[in-house]
Every structure is written in C-alpha cells, then in structure tokens.
C-alpha cells in the first residue's frame, strides 16, 4: 500500500514540474494599404523575385513568422498601380536577408553574474523599380535599401526574440519605404499620372 502511495505522490511531483509551452504571440500583417498608392501610367505591373533565400545558418529570414520578403510583395501590392493603355513596371526585390551573428561573451564569474548581448541579427532590404513607357522611349529606374541591426539578450525567450525580430522587419520595412517613396518622386515623377 505505501508503495503505490509513494508511486501516486511521485507522478503528481512530476506532472506538476512539467508546464505547457507559452502561447506563442500573434503579429499584424505588416501592410501598407493605410498609405496612397502611387499610379504609373503604365498597363502592367510586375513583381519579380530577384532573391532567392540562403535557408541555412547564418540566414534566418526564412524562420521569421513575418517573412521579409512576403512584406515587401505586400508593399508593392499596396502602393504601386497601373493606370495607363502601355508600358510596365517592374518590382524586383533583390535582397530580403536577414543574418543572425553571435556576439562574443564574457567567461568566468563576471560573464556567469552579467545578462550579455547573445546576438545581433542584421537585415538588408533591397528593391528596383524598372518603368518603361511610350514604346520603350521613356525609361526609368529606381533602387532603394533599408538596412537594420537589433541585439537580443542571451536570456531572451522565444516569444521575446520573435517581437524583436518583427519589430527589425517593421522598421527596416518602414526605412525602405520612405525611400523608395522619395526616389520615385524625384527620378520617376514624369511616369506618375496626374
């Protein structure tokens, strides 16, 4: 009898030790749907996947729940328009990379009493905008990066880095297109309708 006594405390010791997982967090969608869109009087957009992911250490944009590269399709969904009879535009991304770097630390006492800086994950965002018109007479270009570097500490949780890897994407996303959204305005302005 004592024996499966001390068997039922033992199981109720160790179920109590395990606990589930935390929930993992929910993140917007990153869009840009809230900002005009810019109309080219062209009869065709096209949106070209220059950039083809590394998938293997130290890339890591691919593990991200909001993937670069799918926010920058997002992008030219939501502000690039056609409103012309002719011509096209072209939006290739050519970079959406994001590297995970380990940071060196410190050993001993001090590094074992210290919360360091494990890592630092660096993104590059990079985009072109080709545009031609009237039968080819006219062309335009454009290129814009937005380049990004967060550290995270070596006690961060999951849940912990994945906010602070949206947040990276967020900004970086918000730095490209401020200037993708200059350069059009001063070097593709003659193809924008009126």
């Known amino acids: 009898m004592k024996i499966k006594y001390y068997a039922i405390i033992l199981c ?5 030790a395990c606990h589930t997982p935390p929930e993992r967090q929910n993140f917007s969608e990153i869009s840009f749907k809230h900002l005009p869109p810019f109309t080219f009087n062209v009869a065709e957009i096209e949106i070209a996947d220059g950039y083809k992911p590394l998938q293997n250490y130290p890339y890591v944009d691919h593990l991200f729940r909001n993937i670069p590269k799918q926010s920058m399709i997002q992008w030219a969904k939501d502000r690039l328009k056609a409103g012309g009879n002719m011509g096209f ?11 995970q770097v380990p940071l060196k630390m410190q050993g001993g006492i001090k590094g074992l009493l210290t919360t360091e800086q494990s890592d ?6 990079k985009i072109q905008i ?3 018109n ?6 335009g270009q454009i290129t814009a990066e937005a380049t990004r570097s967060q550290t995270v500490p070596e006690n961060a949780t999951l849940n912990q880095r994945e906010k602070i890897w949206y947040q990276l994407t967020e900004q970086a996303l918000q730095e490209l297109n401020t200037q ?3 350069n059009i305005r001063q070097y593709l302005q003659k193809f924008l309708m009126q």
Do not use: F, P
Not at 89 to 99: F, P
Not at 134 to 139: A, D, F, M, Y
């Open 12 to 16: 109720c010791l160790t179920l109590s």
């Open 180 to 182: 993708t959204e200059n």
């Open 89 to 99: 535009l072209r939006y290739t991304i050519l970079e959406a990379s994001i590297k």
């Open 134 to 139: 009237n039968n080819g007479l006219q062309k």
């Open 120 to 125: 630092r994950y660096d993104i590059i965002l």
């Open 130 to 132: 080709d545009v031609e």
